[in-house]
């Protein structure tokens, strides 16, 4: 992978939850009757500016394109003409002005819970939280959990896929609770196990809370068949087919894929002799892995996937597909939990409940971007959803030039019967910069910090 892969779906991403979130304002304004004179996607020189509708807005790209803002008629900003007087956003009431701040973080989460509408109403394919053997004196190994049983709930709370599973793991966690797992095995049974989540560390420096935990996913053991071969690869180009089974390579016996994965990757640019079954007969091939880039390391590559199982697929995955009016509630109910989490996580960090190390910055948000991307538009989207939630939470938080910064001199407006002070305005500007400056300060560190940790 090279940094392209990382910083397309990055800017991909922030250009539609940037202009979500801006065009909240816009059209919450124009419902309003205030004039919008500029908005512009980007902060900084305009590199593309055009002029449209009635009020000749300007539609502006800019050259810095981590952030974005809508910029209304406002008698503190310019003079304005009388006759437009009763358009420019100060003239406007207080429940207005509400209106027209509030829509951008709203919009972000209107993004998302449309986002988990469409995955759920299409379908959307998700590892089955089968578990495998817990490795001994773990949590999970004292709570009796056993390899091969599937989770089916937590508390009471039903749990349908690996990834529910680690989220609710996840928010229980923060609360240091011993928790009881349903599970049933491959008999029938069904078991209730203690799992205490006293020891886990919600910190994005540690393990994974399922790791903590002794929790790993069960992987079934797959033969090392060829499926799809790439045009370009490696496999096709010495010869190798779909359907080939690999029994050997060099010196080295090979029964399952991961052998294979394993030898192909620490061998990029190195010729390998494959030993193939085919229709009954032991074939020998030269085949030279491609060395392709993975987070700063050669590895190896041939260009092929893992043939159809049909009967481990049905253990490994379910395809979670609801209804129009189930999927937009369980969208709603994604959306809700995600955003309640990170005020929760927001507040254990102000009171030194979780490490402030797990505040990301955009290079760790790039990263997240370009795997996801890796990993399917599904994924993507669920990343995409994700990030629009935490935009949202962010922007609502009390801080003077945030969203929520301006949402709370409005409701010291209705408490005292009149506006904040434009001094009272200026310091809080003042403050709200310095203590932003700071957040992005310390999540770059963060971001630093793991980058050369990994």
Known sequence: MNLLDYILPFLLALGILIVVHEFGHYAVARLCGVKVLRFSLGFGKPLLVRKAGADQTEWVLAAFPLGGYVKMLDEREAPVAAHELHRAFNRQSVWRRIAVVAAGPLANFVLAIALYWGLYTGGVEELRPRLAAPEAATPAAHAGLQGGELVRSINGEAVETWQEFRWKLLNLALDKQVVTVETVNASR??????????????????????????????????????????????????????????????????????????????????????????????????????????????????????????????????????????????????????????????????????????????????????????????????????????????????????????????????????????????????????????????????????????
């Open 189 to 454: 049974e069904i078991g209730f196990h203690k799992l205490d989540l006293a020891g886990v560390v919600v910190d994005q420096a540690e393990r994974d809370v399922t790791a903590q935990l002794g929790l790993q996913l069960q992987r079934p053991k797959l033969p090392a068949v060829l499926g799809r071969l790439s045009a370009s690869g490696a496999a096709e180009a010495a010869g190798l087919r779909e359907g080939d089974r690999v029994v050997r390579i060099g010196d080295s016996s090979v029964e399952l894929w991961t052998d294979l994965v394993t030898i192909v990757r620490d061998a990029p640019g190195r010729t390998l002799e494959f030993e193939v079954l085919r229709d009954g007969r032991a074939l020998r091939f030269q085949v030279t892995p491609s060395a392709v880039d993975d987070n700063g390391r050669s590895v190896g590559r041939i260009g092929a996937a893992l043939a159809d199982a049909e009967d481990q697929r049905e253990q490994m995955f379910v395809t979670v597909r609801y209804g129009l009016g189930e999927a937009l509630s369980k969208g709603i109910g994604q959306t809700w939990d995600t955003a309640a989490m990170s005020v929760s996580v927001m507040g254990r960090m102000i009171v030194g409940e979780v490490s402030v190390k797990n505040l990301s910055g955009p290079v760790t948000i790039a990263d997240f971007a370009g795997q996801s991307a890796r990993m399917g538009w599904a994924h993507y989207i669920k990343f995409l959803a994700l990030i629009s939630i935490s935009l949202g939470v962010l922007n609502l938080m009390p801080v003077p030039v945030l969203d929520g910064g301006h949402l709370l001199y409005y409701v010291i407006e209705i408490i005292k019967g009149g506006p904040v002070s434009e001094r009272a305005m200026e310091i809080g500007q003042q403050i709200g910069m310095a203590l932003l400056a700071a957040l992005m300060a310390f999540a770059f560190y963060n971001d630093i910090n793991r980058l050369v940790a990994s």
